[in-house]
């Protein structure tokens, strides 16, 4: 992912934002209206047009999808996933948090904000 996490207010206050690796890949994450990533896309899509209609699914259909918190298995602290009807994973929480009480109401705007966006909401970095 691109670094300079600069999101910027649209509608609730948060962008999608769709990054370019080293290596043309293009994957998203979400920004909230202070700049910070809220999440990121667990997937890399090879053409931009395909990660935005990703994220676009992704925010039609979220109600009801599976996901929660759980331990960092890699490191200190608490994440969260949220999976789609097939089971794999289509979204992540951009950090590990300290508490699982933080990482929980992270997670609760994550599902919130998913609803609230719109497609015009999405830039390319």
């Known amino acids: 992912m691109a670094a300079g996490d600069t999101g910027g207010a649209a509608g609730v206050g948060a962008r999608c934002r769709i990054d370019i690796d080293d290596e043309g890949f293009h994957s998203w994450r979400l920004t909230a209206q202070n700049g910070r990533t809220v999440a990121v896309g667990a997937t890399a899509y090879p053409d931009y047009g395909e990660c935005l209609r990703a994220f676009e699914r992704l925010c039609a259909g979220s109600v ?43 997670y609760d705007r994550f599902r919130v904000l998913l609803t609230e966006i719109g497609a015009d909401s999405v830039d390319v970095v």
């Open 64 to 106: 009801g999808l599976p996901g929660g918190v759980q331990h960092a298995a890699d490191r200190n602290g608490w994440v969260w996933r949220l999976r789609g009807m097939d089971g794999r994973t289509v979204a992540v929480s951009s950090r590990a948090y300290e508490r699982h009480s933080t990482c929980q109401t992270a």
